[in-house]
């Protein structure tokens, strides 16, 4: 029904910047009501949650270890949503998943659809 696909990643040297994009295809409605999400998942660890946007895009929410370095944002019009990620350091090193579900969660569990992920490498 919904579709979600990542791109953007790629490698980095430590304190540059990447701009993740995921562009979601299939039921508008479906897309427009759902609260988005990324999660990120390096090898040997156990998926994680990065950040959260409510359907409008007033509210977000974000895990402690990327906060201030971060953002998150949507744009409904284009059915797409953004993670703008400065200041990386190479523990920001992973698999970039986006998730749509049914609103505002920090937990993988909400989320319906997903993304084939897009990997990002923070080197030294």
């Known amino acids: 029904q919904v579709q979600l696909v990542e791109t953007g990643g790629g490698l980095v040297q430590s304190g540059g910047s990447l701009r993740l994009s995921c562009e979601a295809s299939?039921?508008?409605?479906?897309?427009?009501?759902?609260?988005w999400g990324w999660f990120r998942q390096s090898p040997g660890k156990e998926r994680e949650f990065v950040a959260t946007?409510?359907?409008?895009?007033?509210?977000?929410m974000y895990s402690d270890s990327v906060k201030g370095r971060f953002t998150i944002s949507r744009d409904n019009a284009k059915k797409a949503m953004y993670l703008q990620m400065n200041d990386l350091k190479p523990e920001d090193t992973a698999v970039y998943y986006c998730?749509?579900?049914?609103?505002?969660?920090?937990?993988?569990?909400?989320?319906?659809?997903w993304g084939p992920g897009t990997q990002v490498i923070v080197s030294s």
């Open positions: 946007i409510s359907q409008s895009g007033g509210t977000t």
């Open positions: 998730a749509g579900g049914s609103g505002l969660s920090t937990s993988s569990l909400s989320y319906t659809y």
């Open positions: 299939g039921r508008t409605f479906s897309i427009l009501i759902m609260g």
